[in-house]
C-alpha cells in the first residue's frame, strides 16, 4: 500500500498509509529521525500525525529543507523548504561542542558514527576487540550483532546513522537463570579490565567507550541461549534457529579490523 499524503508542519509529520511503515527524515540532506508512521502518530481522519518528538523541539527554529522516504528506499516522499518558528536562520541540530547528532530509536540525542574520522572510532575498535577477548577468556565466543554486524557484511564500516556497536553470544547454558548467573561473571571480568559497564536487563549489558574528543559511545554486549529449537538473543530476538547457523564463527572486516562474526551472517 502507497504511502501518500505526507506533509511537514511546527506540529510534525503526517502521513497516509494502511500498512505500518518506518519514515526516515532528514534536514538539508542528513537524515536526523526515524520513526514508525503508526505506532508512534495519532489518527487524524485518514492521516497519522506523529509529533514531533521533545528532544528535538529546542532545534526546530529556523529555515530547513525536510526530506521523507521510506526507510531503505530511495525515492523521496516529499521534499521541501519550510520555515519552522520565526527565525530566519537554517536549523542545525548539533550538541554543544558543535557536532552533528541525530535521534536515536528512543529519541534520544546521541552523536552518530557519520562524520567521524578512523581515529574517533579506533577506541570503540580496540574496546571491541577486548571485549571479545574478555569473554572468550571465560569461555564464550562472541561476535558482531545487529546493526554492527550488518554494517560489517554490507560495507565493511559502521553505519551513518548508527551511533553504538553491538556483539552478541550464545551460552553454552540453556537455562535462563544460568544465562543470567553467566552474565553476570562476565560484568566482573569486564570491569577488572576498567570498563564501566551498565547493565540492561539479566543477560544484556553495556560497556563505555570513551572517545579522542571526549564522546563516550556505547558498545553492548547481548547475551543469548538456545532452548528448544529456539534462539533467544536480548533483547529482542526468539525466533527458530539452528546452532550451525552460528558456529563455528566466521570473520569479516569492520574499519579495517576483523572480527568474528556468526557462520550465516545473513541468517
Known amino acids: 500500500m502507497p504511502i501518500t499524503r505526507v506533509r511537514v508542519d511546527a506540529a510534525g509529520v503526517r502521513a497516509r498509509s494502511r500498512d505500518e ?18 505506532r508512534d502518530g495519532q489518527r487524524v481522519g485518514l492521516d497519522h500525525l506523529v509529533p514531533w518528538p521533545e528532544t528535538l523541539e529546542d532545534f526546530l527554529d529556523g529555515v530547513v529543507e525536510v526530506t521523507v522516504q521510506e526507510h531503505g528506499a530511495e525515492e523521496e516522499l516529499l521534499r521541501e523548504e519550510i ?18 547528532i541525530v535521534l536515536d ?26 571485549v571479545i577477548e574478555v569473554v572468550a577468556e571465560c569461555g564464550i565466543e562472541a561476535f558482531l550483532a545487529y546493526g554492527t554486524l550488518l554494517g560489517a557484511v554490507r560495507d565493511g564500516k559502521l553505519i551513518g546513522h548508527d551511533s553504538d556497536a553491538d556483539l552478541g553470544y550464545v551460552s553454552r547454558h540453556h537455562e535462563p537463570a544460568d544465562v543470567v548467573i553467566e552474565s ?19 543477560a544484556a549489558i553495556k560497556v563505555d567507550v570513551i572517545e579522542p574528543d571526549g564522546a563516550v559511545r556505547g558498545l553492548d554486549l547481548f547475551g543469548g541461549f538456545m532452548r528448544d529449537g529456539m534462539l533467544h538473543l536480548l533483547g529482542e530476538i526468539r525466533t527458530p534457529f539452528e546452532p550451525e547457523w552460528i558456529f563455528p564463527l566466521t570473520e569479516a572486516t ?5 572480527f568474528p562474526v556468526p557462520a550465516d551472517a545473513d541468517r
Request: aromatic share 12%.
Open 21 to 38: 511503515a518506518v519514515l526516515d527524515v532528514s534536514f538539508d540532506g542528513r537524515r536526523i529521525w526515524s520513526f514508525w508512521l503508526h
Open 83 to 100: 520555515r519552522l518558528g520565526t527565525s530566519p536562520d537554517r536549523i542545525r541540530v548539533v550538541n554543544g561542542r558543535g557536532r552533528p
Open 105 to 130: 530509536k528512543y529519541f534520544r540525542r546521541v552523536e552518530s558514527f557519520a562524520g567521524r574520522s578512523d581515529e574517533d572510532v579506533e577506541p570503540l575498535m580496540a574496546s571491541i576487540r577486548e
Open 184 to 202: 553476570f561473571a562476565l560484568q566482573r571480568a569486564l570491569q577488572a579490565r576498567g570498563y564501566q559497564v551498565v547493565r540492561y536487563s539479566g
Open 254 to 258: 569492520l574499519e579495517g579490523h576483523s
